[in-house]
Nanobody, 128 residues
Framework: QVQLVESGGGLVQAGGSLRLSCAAS????????MAWFRQSPGKEREFVAA????????SYADSVRGRFTISRDNAKNTVYLQMNVLKPEDTGVYFC?????????????????????WGQGTQVTVSS
């Protein structure tokens, strides 16, 4: 069983930056695609970004492309989300998740269903 712990959230003004971290314990992340999702009150959980096991392939939601960057350090068993030029609509709880199958790329059309391990989330609030 893998445990995922997110950190780095907080309150920031529009235009600012935050860097989220997702640290794993119990199992290695190095053979799994990882992703970040977010959820705002009254809304469904939505995809933000994903990175494959080797870090060679990334994907982003249209709403964050060009502003957010997902990366990973397999030696540290950690995944990151660098968020720049933050907007009020980026406000929400950010979750990291591990794909259930090793060495499988993520298909955005699948939504959150391929991910079987989730962190508890970290709150990001962007004020206008």
């Amino acid at each position: 069983q893998v445990q995922l712990v997110e950190s780095g959230g907080g309150l920031v003004q529009a235009g600012g930056s935050l860097r989220l971290s997702c640290a794993a314990s119990g199992r290695t992340l190095s053979i799994h695609t990882m992703a970040w999702f977010r959820q705002s009150p009254g809304k469904e959980r939505e995809f933000v970004a994903a990175i494959n096991w080797s870090g060679t392939t990334t994907s982003y939601a249209d709403s964050v492309r060009g502003r957010f960057t997902i990366s990973r350090d397999n030696a540290k068993n950690t995944v990151y989300l660098q968020m720049n030029v933050l907007k009020p609509e980026d406000t929400g709880v950010y979750f990291c998740a591990r794909h259930r199958d090793p060495f499988v790329n993520y298909n955005l059309e699948q939504g959150p269903s391929p991910f079987d391990s989730w962190g508890q989330g970290t709150q990001v609030t962007v004020s206008s």
